[in-house]
């Protein structure tokens, strides 16, 4: 209770002079009349209550039964489109038929004329594959040397001339390249001692890997010998990898530093 009120004492009674606190005056922006006209610019009169009055409708436009049904266009008399396709009618049973019209043509004549200047028509070539005799069409069977006649059959294809002259024009750029770049002293070619050298070298650092891989333990229990054992065939697999590439290219280049 002592430190939330104070002791009594005769001193206490002697008036004090109150001290006034001053406070400072209230911030105030500068831009504040320009924010407030900015705003305002960006609103919009109306746009979420609705206007302030509103035309009420007439009592006497209220809806009506069926007002609101979509309406079918008038019915209209069908008629057929008089563009000519129409067939004539059919002659009335008093009309008599048109005599005296015929032809003096030979039909029997003009038939046997036409026959005998035909072409005759070629017979379908066809083959038996049973003993019973059944008929199979010829020329769609495979057995007619068909392919073997056509003119360029046996010939190289074009696409493969083409590809042919790509590969001779890659080739040319590139040896082109190269002896520009060993004229201008940027790389060197690697001469035979010095590639049987490497290679000898790269085999006998994966002989010593592999002898390290095959001594390790069975039980793989531990994460250094995880890491281990993961470790040696990386570094063996990428001794392979630059076996191959120094196998199969006779020719290297290596850059200058």
Not at 33 to 45: D, W
Not at 118 to 130: E, G, M
Not at 175 to 203: F, I, N
Not at 230 to 239: A, C, G, R, V
């Amino acid at each position: 209770m002592a430190d939330i009120y104070q002791s009594e004492s005769i001193y206490n009674l002697i008036p004090r002079e109150q001290v006034k606190m001053e406070t400072l005056p209230r911030y105030m922006s500068k831009f504040r009349e320009q924010v407030k006209q900015e705003k305002q610019m960006s609103k919009s009169a109306f746009r979420t209550m609705g206007p302030a009055k509103m035309e009420l409708p007439s009592p006497e436009k209220f809806l009506r039964k069926h007002s609101k049904e979509p309406k079918l266009p008038e019915k209209k008399s069908f008629t057929y489109p008089d563009d000519g396709l129409r067939k004539p009618q059919l002659p009335a049973r008093t009309e008599n038929p048109p005599m005296g019209m015929g032809s003096k043509k030979d039909f029997i004549k003009t038939n046997a004329i036409d026959t005998i200047l035909a072409v005759p028509r070629k017979p379908q070539q066809i083959y038996a594959d049973t003993r019973r005799g059944d008929k199979q069409p010829l020329e769609t069977s495979g057995l007619l040397p068909k392919y073997v006649k056509k003119k360029d059959y046996g010939q190289t294809p074009e696409y493969l001339h083409q590809h042919k002259e790509e590969m001779r024009r890659a080739q040319e750029e590139y040896d082109e390249y190269v002896k520009e770049r060993l004229r201008q002293g940027a790389m060197k070619q690697l001469s035979e001692e010095e590639r049987q050298s490497t290679l000898e070298g790269l085999k006998k650092n994966w002989e010593e890997l592999h002898h390290k891989y095959l001594g390790l333990s069975i039980v793989i229990d531990t994460t250094p010998k995880k890491y281990n054992k993961e470790k040696l065939e990386m570094e063996m697999k990428q001794l392979e990898r630059d076996i191959d590439l120094i196998e199969r290219h006779k020719t290297i280049y290596i850059a200058n530093n």
